[in-house]
């Protein structure tokens, strides 16, 4: 198998880059017609992955808007997850989980090994409990070519508050992230360990240039603009990732697809 970096290139280039949000929220449910219950759930979520998944390279749905449900909503994502690929689509499960060693390889098996119903191809994780505390994500994303998406500079406006206070070395946090994930993406071709940095941020001083690929999460809704995206990482590879504002074309199978295929054409000539 193929490396999730390797993949991960194969798809941009071929569906190009924008990563869509599966986020069954509350409110479009109503706005799509449907209850806000397991039926409703499911008929919105298979229908967002049908106009969706066929069009994009990757699909990110949002954990916990499934989790509200308890079980029968994580039997719904489980097979969010399975279509999606099904269909073509790389998974990027947005989890962000991070705890002490022993619990984080708990939470990789769940999310990375294959033999588990929850298997993606990514996960997002939070190195806030120190980066070393990712180790499990990490020895377990290689041994079965998954990748992760470690919170760098987060699309939040509280983000800063941590990530960008400075450490030791005068650096901010986010920028000791990403040598960390430098140092783990060490090959020549793309790494399998990107990070996470909003399209909403502004501008970053940090060095974005760890060799691994980025989430811009806070395109669409929250803001971000195709101008954002080439402005904030010209031709570093990044999936700008769209929940909301593609979900909102719903709940027409066609049209869901062509607002995939229009996003990705905008980005594609930067906006
Ligand atoms: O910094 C971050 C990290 C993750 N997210 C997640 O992305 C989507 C955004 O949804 P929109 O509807 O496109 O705003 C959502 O699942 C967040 O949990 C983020 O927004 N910012």
């Known amino acids: 198998m193929t490396t999730f970096g390797e993949r991960l ?21 109503a706005d799509w017609g449907l209850e806000d219950d397991v039926a409703g759930l499911e008929t919105f979520a298979f229908t967002a992955v049908e106009g969706l998944a066929p069009h994009v390279s990757v699909v990110k749905p949002q ?10 909503g994580i039997a719904v994502l ?19 989980r991070g ?15 294959p033999a588990s119903p929850l298997a993606s191809d990514a996960i997002t994780v939070s190195p806030y409990l120190g980066f070393g505390s990712l180790d499990p994500f990490v020895e377990t994303a290689r041994r079965f ?30 920028a000791r992230m990403f040598d960390h994930l430098r140092a783990l993406n060490d090959g020549d071709s793309l790494g399998s360990f990107g990070a996470v940095v909003g399209a909403t941020i502004g501008d970053a001083t ?7 690929p980025i989430l811009a999460p806070g395109f669409g809704e929250q803001g971000g603009t195709p101008a954002d995206i ?24 066609e049209a869901l ?7 990705n054409r905008e980005l594609l000539s930067g906006g």
């Open 145 to 174: 070519d998954a990748g992760l998406f470690v919170l760098g500079l987060t699309s939040n406006k509280e983000g800063p508050e941590v990530q960008s206070a400075t450490v030791d070395t005068g650096e901010s946090v986010a």
């Open 206 to 212: 940090e060095s974005l240039d760890f060799n691994g």
């Open 63 to 72: 954990s916990a808007f499934y989790e509200r449900f308890g079980s029968r």
């Open 78 to 96: 489980e097979r969010v997850i399975a279509e999606s690929r099904a269909l073509g689509a790389l998974v990027l499960l947005d989890v962000k």
């Open 99 to 113: 705890d002490i060693g022993s619990t984080s390889q708990a939470y990789a098996d769940a999310y990375l090994d």
């Open 257 to 263: 697809a062509e607002a995939a295929q229009r996003t």
């Open 9 to 29: 290139s194969a798809a941009v280039a071929e569906r190009g880059p924008l990563c869509a949000g599966i986020d069954p929220h509350a409110s479009l449910l």
């Open 230 to 253: 080439r402005r904030l990482f010209g031709d570093l590879t990044v999936l700008p990732s769209s929940s909301r504002g593609l979900l909102r074309a719903g709940p027409s199978v």
